[in-house]
């Protein structure tokens, strides 16, 4: 293709070096004394000392700030079934929202299974190097056994983020969305449009919320899952169905409080609207497009509190939000596992910091917080810190005030170290030729 055909993300993406992440040292390797302290001899001693005690790997190494971003390419974005190799963009942009939002070093690890070979074993047998594993991308139902298995086999946090931090961000923003209509989480009527991976979590993390199984209603491409449905091609829908009349998604929106959309552009169309509840929570997530647009879901009904997927208009659902300070604190109490618990403080802290009045880039109040709000560094990985000591998921304590003067130390060095990254590198990528 010719570079000045090329689209402004292309260019971005190949401007060299090409990719969005690389490497750098954190110790100083300018003389023959540092390479000795760095590499042979000096390294005998750490080696030698994790052997001894593997849980030193967290003191001599990396291990403490490092997450695998993991995918098989089943389930990129929207776009399918890609492949391994063609999912590595997204990988990599999840690997530098990680060191931007909470300065950890991830690394992106795209995985083509040969025939026979299981991706819960590949992952297991490359876990030791790092202190979590964030699952990415992996299509349903396949992603909640391998998510499961792996939760069972390793001792470090196993995190599908397409389920857990969409749940997070989607209950942090219905928790502020339903006190500002004057409703209570207990007595809402909720339909979701999607019953896959992220669908299947978000449902699953609000009834840990308070959400009855009777209150919310899922549809999928085939319509309502009811009780007389037959779900063998697809286990995880059993859990999700009910005993009701309604059969299309049209027949259940009426009158109901709460839409929320993990579906298709289009979704959901003026007239299903029109038909909901007074005051209407519409949370329209599917990217690019959503099920329905902001404008018109404004027009159509001025009194909806309306959310999308879109960096381009107000209250975003970005699990940016939620997965690098899920895993902030994880690594920092070496937590075994992200738990309800820990989701749950960090779903209420960000409901808190989005009440607490932070502006907006779009001049308005939100029910979601802003994910450039320099608040969430050091106050979301606080709350779930203390959550996972709380719930037994730590295995080291921290003094939280400390803890909370630490991070917001480490945002300052970490965004200066930034500013300096970000003036020195190409930006030719975006250049028009």
Known sequence: MNHSSKSPALRYHEAAPAGKVSMLPSKACR???????????????????????????????GKGNSVAVVTDGTAVLGLGNLGAIAAKPVMEGKAILFKRFADIDAVDVEVQCPPGVDLVDVVQAIAPTYGGINLEDIRAPQCFGIEASLKERLDIPVFHDDQHGTAVVVAAGLLNALALAGKGLSDVRIVMNGAGAAATATIRFLRTLGV?????????????????????????KADLAQTIEARTLEEAIVGADVFIGVSSAGALTPEMLRSMAPRPIVFALANPEPEITYGLAREV?????????????????????????????AL????????????????????????????????QDSFIPNPFDERLFSEIPTLVADAAMRSGAAQRSLDL??????????????LAQLRTCESDAPVSGLTPV
Request: aromatic share 6%.
């Open 332 to 363: 920092d109490v070496r937590a075994t596992r992200i738990d309800d618990a820990m989701m749950r403080a960090a779903a209420e802290g960000l409901a808190e910091l989005a009440r607490d009045g932070a502006p907006t880039p779009f001049g």
């Open 212 to 236: 009855q199984p009777d209150q919310a209603v899922v549809c999928d491409t085939k319509g309502v899952l009811h009780s007389g449905r037959d779900f063998a091609d697809a286990p995880h």
């Open 31 to 61: 003389t023959a004394e540092d390479l000795t302290l760095a590499y042979t001899p000096g390294v005998a001693e750490p080696c030698l000392c994790i052997q001894a005690d593997p849980s030193d790997a967290y003191l001599y190494t």
């Open 301 to 329: 009904c001025p009194e909806a509190m309306i959310a999308t997927g879109r960096s381009d208009m107000p209250n975003q659902v970005n699990n940016v939000l939620a997965f690098p300070y899920l895993f902030r604190a």
């Open 401 to 414: 005030e400390v803890y909370r003067a630490a991070l917001r130390e480490r945002q300052r060095r970490l």
